[in-house]
């Protein structure tokens, strides 16, 4: 198994951004700080910014990333900051497949749940400045940012050392350049074969409806009504697909239920596609990405098999090897840092 280190260097000076409102009293809280700069998104940084250390957990829906952002974090004194752009907001925590508290098992989370859904869409930009924030948060205080999510452009925003919100990587045309990291990650991609994953999300679906998710959405759109006016969360999957179910008149027959659920189903296995070939984009630009196949682990679990040991062997086990060697390579190169300049200084003296 090869052991995959990134070390890009990172600029002092965050991109420009665009933010909506309620994540900007968001960046004031994470920051510390009262004021926004000069452009209400800038926010400077020292050269600590290429020392910070992030774990970068990536891969489609539904293949086990926050799963195994709970495990790496416990072991290695992290704490997870969600990268999925509808979690970030408040609400429809069982239709945005939110993991439960009791599931986090202590571990803090950040940008999970805490946007108010009516003050705008976030943007990436938004999301490098809020992220950016967090890790320096949680880097201060000796711990490890552990970024887990399956939006991969808020990703890219994060962690890309020039990033331009005018570019899109991912578009289909575009060619893949190269592109620097601005902090030193472990990038770990959780990945699931096609033909199990969409198996595993079908059943999902439906757990999430034994769940509560139904409810959940009727309660929504109770308060909503027909007027959409959460442009984030309003893309949830699930929202647009019960959106007529709810509001419209005559339409809450058994065939419009089947044909949302259906819908849903469909949605989210294009999805996974999309997330899947943004991840391999990432790669073609330079982002060494180890990928761990938690297949055995989701097929065992469709077969009815609850044992842990396939999960184990095949994902928590060299993941953990991964961060582990990640970490000691960046203690050390610290420590040959440090021993560099007080010989450089014993010599001057």
């Not at 769940?211 to 647009?240: D, Q, S, T």
């Amino acid at each position: 198994m090869s052991i995959l280190f990134c070390r890009g260097g990172g600029r002092a000076l965050l991109s420009q951004s665009t933010v909506a409102a309620g994540a900007l009293q968001q960046s004031r809280r994470f920051c510390g700080y009262g004021g926004m700069g000069d452009d209400g998104g800038n926010v400077k940084w020292g050269k600590e910014e290429m020392e910070q250390r992030v774990v970068v957990i990536m891969g489609a829906t539904s293949t086990g990333k926050s799963k195994l952002s709970v495990q790496l974090s416990s072991m290695f004194s992290g704490e997870v900051i969600n990268s999925d752009k509808i979690q970030v907001y408040r609400g429809l925590d069982i239709t945005t497949n939110k993991i439960p508290v009791a599931d986090r098992r202590g571990v803090p989370h950040h940008l999970l749940g805490e946007l108010d859904p009516a003050a705008g869409e976030l943007l990436p930009s938004g999301f490098r400045a809020l992220a950016s924030c967090a890790i320096e948060d949680i880097s201060a205080r000796g711990r490890i940012p552990v970024v887990a999510g399956g939006s991969n452009s808020f990703i890219h925003a994060l962690l890309s050392d020039r990033f331009d919100p005018r570019y899109d990587p991912f578009r289909e045309r575009s060619s893949a350049r190269k592109e620097a990291l601005r902090s030193r990650c472990c990038f770990i991609w959780v990945h699931v074969e096609a033909a199990t994953l969409a198996e595993h999300i079908d059943r999902r679906v439906d757990e999430m409806v034994a769940e509560g998710m139904v409810e959940e959405l009727e309660r929504y759109f109770a308060v909503e009504g027909e007027v959409e006016r959460h442009p984030g969360l309003g893309k949830a999957i699930g929202v647009p697909e019960f959106r007529s179910y709810f509001t419209g008149r005559g339409c809450r027959t058994a065939a419009a239920f089947e044909a949302a659920l259906a819908a849903i189903k469909a949605n989210v296995r294009r999805l996974t596609v999309e997330q899947v070939r943004k991840i391999e984009r990432l790669a073609a630009m330079g982002w060494p990405l180890l990928r761990v196949d938690a297949t055995p682990a989701v097929a065992a679990r469709l077969s009815g098999n609850l044992s842990s040991a396939p999960w184990r062997r095949y994902v928590a086990e060299p993941s953990v090897s991964a961060v582990a060697r990640f970490l000691e390579e960046e203690d050390w190169r610290r420590s040959a840092a440090i021993a560099a300049v007080g010989t450089a200084a014993h010599a001057t003296y």
